[in-house]
Nanobody
Framework: QLQLVESGGGLVQPGGSLRLSCAAS????????IGWFRQAPGKEREGVSC????????KYADSVKGRFTISRDNAKNTVYLQMNSLKPEDTAVYYC??????????????????????WGQGTQVTVSS
């Protein structure tokens, strides 16, 4: 069974950092693009970042550029989202998702939810003092 599992969420003060992980089971993440999305209460799910299957291309939403970094470690079958300088408006449930995306294609545009075939269950991130 193909599964994605997010971890690393929690409560952090404004200006703090968290690193989210997206681990795959039942398949290897090689050649899969991974996207991170988030959904705050009462809001639509929005795209945050993506990394192509080859790892060559990364993209970020304007709201997180310069603060978040996406990376992948295929040996560990895991993708990470390093989040620095966190703000209260970053509070949301964060989801990772995957779709088949072999070299050399870039990952799709930020927020293209319909492109992704597999989704995790989410991890809560709360930024508050």
């Amino acid at each position: 069974q193909l599964q994605l599992v997010e971890s690393g969420g929690g409560l952090v003060q404004p200006g703090g950092s968290l690193r989210l992980s997206c681990a795959a089971s039942g398949f290897t993440l090689d050649n899969y693009a991974i996207g991170w999305f988030r959904q705050a209460p009462g809001k639509e799910r929005e795209g945050v970042s993506c990394i192509s299957g080859s790892g060559i291309t990364t993209k970020y939403a304007d709201s997180v550029k310069g603060r978040f970094t996406i990376s992948r470690d295929n040996a560990k079958n895991t993708v990470y989202l390093q989040m620095n300088s966190l703000k209260p408006e970053d509070t949301a449930v964060y989801y990772c998702a995957a779709y088949w995306n072999p070299y050399p294609a870039p990952c799709t545009r930020i927020g293209d939810k319909g492109r992704y075939a597999y989704w995790g269950q989410g991890t809560q991130v709360t930024v508050s003092s």
